[in-house]
């Protein structure tokens, strides 16, 4: 299985934008990768932002918005609020599902 | 109220087997793939196992292949993981997941330790 690797650590401030990426060590993450990004906050079950590169579910924020970029998945939060404090994990379908180590990202 | 609520998970020894139970409420629950996922207390999500909506086809996570079995009924609506042969390093909480609608489970705590 592929190993996905993400930025551990993020800081970003508010109103401010950043993005997280999610690389595969087995080349470019594609459309056939159908990658994922959950967030996850303390005590509580992760909830799905982002699925199939850049769709969004009804509670997705509209400030939250994916792509592909430069051979990545990439997350971009747009004005970023303090309730965005949380762990991001993108997922990626490869050879079974595989999820990145997660990107703490923290709104200071 | 749409739920997904997990039982089946506590304190078993190394060597000895659990068995998970995930039940919905509310939604359609055929219809999708449904996936076990884990996470040891303050680290990261790992994928477990997969099931197709039509039952025949499955998935495993290379660290639990030939260990733990993943079924599902729909007709009552539950997703089961077999989990045998059960190592310490299995220790985690387990999440059902059903991307349809991205239902979770409220996570079942597993401890294997002697």
């Known amino acids: 299985q592929a190993v996905v690797t993400q930025e551990s650590s993020l800081t970003v401030s508010p109103g401010g934008t950043v993005t997280l990426t999610c690389g595969s060590n087995?080349?470019?993450?594609?459309?056939?990768?159908?990658p994922y990004w959950l967030q996850q906050k303390p005590g509580q079950a992760p909830r799905t932002l982002i699925y199939?590169?850049?769709d969004k579910h009804s509670w997705t924020p509209a400030r939250f918005s994916g792509s592909l970029l430069g051979g990545k998945a990439a997350l971009t939060l747009s004005g970023a609020q303090p309730e965005d404090e949380a762990e991001y994990y993108c997922?990626?379908?490869?050879?079974?599902?595989?999820f990145g180590g997660g990107t703490k990202l923290t709104v200071l | 109220e749409v739920q997904l609520v997990e039982s089946g998970g506590g304190l078993v020894q190394p060597g000895g087997s659990l068995r998970l139970s995930c039940v919905a409420s509310?939604?359609?629950?055929?219809?999708?793939?449904i996936h076990w996922v884990r996470q040891v207390p303050g680290k990261g999500l790992v994928w477990v196992s997969s099931?197709?909506?039509?039952?025949?086809?499955?998935a495993y996570a290379e660290s639990v292949e030939g260990r733990f079995s993943i079924s599902r009924d729909d007709a009552k609506k539950t997703l089961y993981l077999q989990m045998n042969s059960l190592r310490v390093d299995d220790t985690a909480v387990y999440y059902c997941?059903?991307?349809?609608?991205?239902?979770w489970g409220q996570g079942s705590l597993v401890i294997v330790s002697s």
């Open positions: 199939d590169i850049s």
């Open positions: 997941w059903h991307p349809g609608g991205d239902h």
């Open positions: 087995t080349g470019p993450v594609t459309s056939g990768h159908y």
């Open positions: 509310e939604f359609t629950f055929s219809s999708h793939w």
């Open positions: 099931i197709e909506n039509d039952g025949r086809t499955t």
């Open positions: 997922l990626i379908s490869s050879g079974g599902l595989v």
